[in-house]
C-alpha cells in the first residue's frame, strides 16, 4: 500500500536506536532528521513535518527526561501519538486545538435511527463508486441502506448509482427528468424515511474543479436533507494538491469525516494525509480498489501501529473472528496472555495464515511478525513459512509442546530435524531464531487484555 514505504522508513529509524546503550542528543538527532525525511518523502506537507518534528523534540527532552525514563520507549511513543494525531485529522498532539478540531471517536450510524449521510467531492474522485460500498458494507452489519442520486450534473451519473445499487440489492431513488438536486435529494430521503431506511446515502454532484456553483448546491442539498454526518471523498492518489479543495469543502459544509480513495495505488500518500488534515477531521475509510468489497473501515491507532511494524492486535483479533477456527484463535490469546509460546502455537498460526490471504496483510498485524516478511514480498514469505512449517513436521511432540523450543534442541537433534525434512541448517537456525523472538514478544505482551477476549471472540 501507498504509505508502507513511509512506515518502513520510519520504523528503520526508531530500530536504529536499538543499538546504542545509551541515546545521546546527537543519536536523537540523527534519528529525527531520518523521521523528518521519510515524512517529506512521502509528500506530507513540510509545516506538518515542521510541528510534528517540533512537537517530538519537546516530548522528548533529553535534559529533563526523569532519570529512568528510557528514551527510545518516549521517542517511540511520541513518533506514534504525531502520527495518530496527523491521520485524525487535527495533525497537531500538542494540545493547542485548531478551531472546529473534530477529531475524536469513530463514527458509526446508529441502528435503527435517522441516519442521513451526504457524500461530498470532487468529480472523479471516487463518490459514486464509495457509496455503493458504503451502503453494502453496512448492510453486512445488519443496517436497511438505501442511495440516492442527486447529482444531476455529471451525464449517466443515475445510470452509474442505479447500476451499482442494483448489483449490491440497494434500493435507490433519483429522476431522469428532475432537474433540481435539492428537489431530489429532499424527495429521495422523504421517500427512504417512509420505509423505515435507516441508512439513507445521498450522492451529490462533483465538478471538475472547485467553483460556487457546486458549494451552493451543496448548502442547499444539506439544508434540504438535514444530514447526520457529511463525508468528503477525497482520491489520495493526487496528493498535497486535494489540501485546497479539502479546505475548501470542509469551510462549506460541515465534514464530519474523510473517505480516501484509490489507497492502492503508488501515489506518495503522505500527501493525501496533509489533505485530509484540512478538513480537521478523521479518515473513516479507505478505498483499496474498485470492487465494492474494497472498502476498509480505518481505525488510526491500528493503522498506525501497522505502519510502524509494531502490530495490529485489534485487527488481527478481528480477522481471525471472521476465518480461523474457535480453538485456534483462543489458544492463541491464551498464548498471548501468558507469555508462552510453543512450536506446535507457531505452526498452528501459520496454518491459519495461509488460510487467511495475502500473508503480508496478516502478519504485518502481528507483533513482531513484519519483519519476518522478506522485502521480496509475498511469494517469498510463503515459501519461507512453509520451509519452517516443512522442519516442524520432523519434530517430536514434545519438542513441538516445549515451552523453550530453543533450548531444548542440540546440535544432533538439530541435524536429524535438517535430514527428516531435507532442509539446511542454516534454515533450522532461522527458524529457532524467528521462534525466540516471537516468545520474547509474547512475554513482553504477557498480562495484557485482548480486545474482544473473554474467550477469544466478543461476540
Ligand atoms: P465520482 O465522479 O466521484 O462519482 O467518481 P466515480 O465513483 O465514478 O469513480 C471514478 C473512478 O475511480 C472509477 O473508475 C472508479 O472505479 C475509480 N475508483 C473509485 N474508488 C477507487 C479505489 O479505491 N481504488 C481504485 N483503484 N479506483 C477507484
Known amino acids: 500500500m501507498v504509505l508502507n514505504d513511509l512506515g518502513n522508513k520510519i520504523a528503520s529509524a526508531l530500530r536504529s536506536l536499538n543499538a546504542h546503550v545509551v541515546v545521546d542528543e546527537e543519536l536523537l538527532d540523527a534519528c529525527l532528521k531520518d523521521i523528518t525525511n521519510a515524512l517529506l518523502a512521502s509528500d506530507v506537507a513540510v509545516p506538518l513535518v515542521v510541528r510534528m518534528k517540533k512537537n517530538i523534540v519537546r516530548e522528548v527532552d533529553l535534559d529533563n527526561m526523569a532519570s529512568g525514563m528510557n528514551a527510545k520507549k518516549v521517542l517511540e511513543?511520541?513518533?506514534?501519538?504525531?502520527?495518530?494525531?496527523?491521520?485524525?485529522?487535527?495533525?497537531?498532539?500538542?494540545?493547542?486545538?485548531?478551531?472546529?478540531?473534530?477529531?475524536?471517536?469513530?463514527?458509526?450510524?446508529?441502528?435503527?435511527?435517522?441516519?442521513?449521510?451526504?457524500?461530498?467531492?470532487?468529480?472523479?474522485?471516487?463518490?459514486?463508486?464509495?457509496?455503493?460500498?458504503?451502503?453494502?458494507?453496512?448492510?453486512?452489519?445488519?443496517?436497511?441502506?438505501?442511495?440516492?442520486?442527486?447529482?444531476?450534473?455529471?451525464?449517466?451519473?443515475?445510470?452509474?448509482?442505479?447500476?451499482n445499487a442494483t448489483k449490491a440489492k440497494i434500493p435507490f431513488y433519483g429522476s431522469y427528468t428532475e432537474s433540481d438536486p435539492a428537489t431530489i435529494a429532499a424527495a429521495g430521503v422523504k421517500r427512504f424515511e417512509e420505509e423505515k431506511s435507516d441508512l439513507i446515502i445521498v450522492d451529490t454532484s462533483g465538478r471538475h474543479k472547485q467553483e460556487e456553483a457546486l458549494f451552493e448546491e451543496m448548502r442547499e442539498i444539506a439544508s434540504v436533507t438535514e444530514p447526520t454526518m457529511t463525508i468528503f471523498v477525497m482520491d489520495s492518489s493526487i496528493g498535497q494538491s486535494a489540501s485546497d479543495q479539502?479546505?475548501?469543502?470542509?469551510?462549506?459544509?460541515?465534514?464530519?469525516?474523510?473517505?480516501?480513495?484509490?489507497?492502492?495505488?503508488?501515489?506518495?500518500?503522505?500527501?493525501?494525509?496533509?489533505?485530509?488534515?484540512?478538513?480537521?477531521?478523521?479518515?473513516?475509510?479507505?478505498?483499496?480498489?474498485?470492487?465494492?468489497?474494497?472498502?476498509?473501515?480505518?481505525?488510526?491507532?491500528?493503522?498506525?501501529?501497522?505502519?510502524?511494524?509494531?502490530?495490529?492486535?485489534?485487527?488481527?483479533?478481528?480477522?481471525?473472528?471472521?476465518?480461523?477456527?474457535?480453538?485456534?484463535?483462543?489458544?492463541?490469546?491464551?498464548?498471548?496472555?501468558?507469555?508462552?509460546?510453543?512450536?506446535?502455537?507457531?505452526?498452528?498460526?501459520?496454518?491459519?495464515?495461509?488460510?487467511?490471504?495475502?500473508?503480508?496483510?496478516?502478519?504485518?498485524?502481528?507483533?513482531?511478525?513484519?519483519?519476518?516478511?522478506?522485502?521480496?514480498?509475498?511469494?517469498?514469505?510463503?515459501?519461507?513459512m512453509k520451509s519452517m512449517m516443512v522442519l516442524m513436521d520432523s519434530m517430536t511432540d514434545a519438542e513441538l509442546d516445549a515451552p523453550n523450543a530453543s533450548k531444548i534442541f542440540n546440535v544432533k537433534r538439530m541435524e536429524r530435524v535438517c535430514r527428516g525434512a531435507g532442509r539446511l541448517p542454516s534454515e533450522m537456525i532461522t527458524l529457532l531464531e524467528e521462534h525466540k523472538r516471537l516468545g520474547k514478544m509474547m512475554g513482553k505482551m504477557k498480562g495484557i487484555k485482548m480486545p474482544g477476549a473473554g474467550g477469544a471472540r466478543g461476540r
Open 77 to 163: 511513543r511520541a513518533v506514534f501519538k504525531e502520527l495518530t494525531a496527523l491521520l485524525n485529522g487535527g495533525g497537531d498532539a500538542s494540545g493547542t486545538k485548531t478551531s472546529g478540531t473534530k477529531t475524536s471517536g469513530t463514527w458509526t450510524p446508529k441502528k435503527g435511527k435517522r441516519n442521513v449521510v451526504m457524500f461530498v467531492g470532487l468529480q472523479g474522485a471516487g463518490k459514486t463508486t464509495t457509496c455503493t460500498k458504503f451502503a453494502h458494507y453496512y448492510a453486512k452489519k445488519g443496517f436497511k441502506p438505501s442511495l440516492v442520486c442527486a447529482d444531476t450534473f455529471r451525464a449517466g451519473a443515475f445510470d452509474q448509482l442505479k447500476q
Open 246 to 384: 479539502a479546505k475548501a469543502f470542509a469551510s462549506t459544509v460541515d465534514v464530519g469525516g474523510v473517505i480516501m480513495t484509490k489507497l492502492d495505488g503508488h501515489a506518495k500518500g503522505g500527501g493525501a494525509i496533509s489533505a485530509v488534515s484540512e478538513t480537521k477531521a478523521p479518515i473513516l475509510f479507505i478505498g483499496t480498489g474498485e470492487h465494492i468489497g474494497e472498502l476498509e473501515a480505518f481505525e488510526t491507532t491500528s493503522f498506525v501501529s501497522k505502519l510502524l511494524g509494531m502490530g495490529d492486535i485489534k485487527g488481527l483479533v478481528e480477522k481471525m473472528n471472521e476465518i480461523v477456527p474457535e480453538e485456534s484463535a483462543e489458544k492463541l490469546m491464551e498464548a498471548f496472555g501468558s507469555g508462552t509460546f510453543t512450536m506446535r502455537l507457531l505452526y498452528e498460526q501459520f496454518q491459519n495464515l495461509q488460510n487467511m490471504g495475502p500473508i503480508s496483510s496478516i502478519m504485518s498485524m502481528v507483533p513482531g511478525m513484519a519483519d519476518m516478511i522478506p522485502k521480496g514480498g509475498e511469494e517469498q514469505g510463503t515459501k519461507r
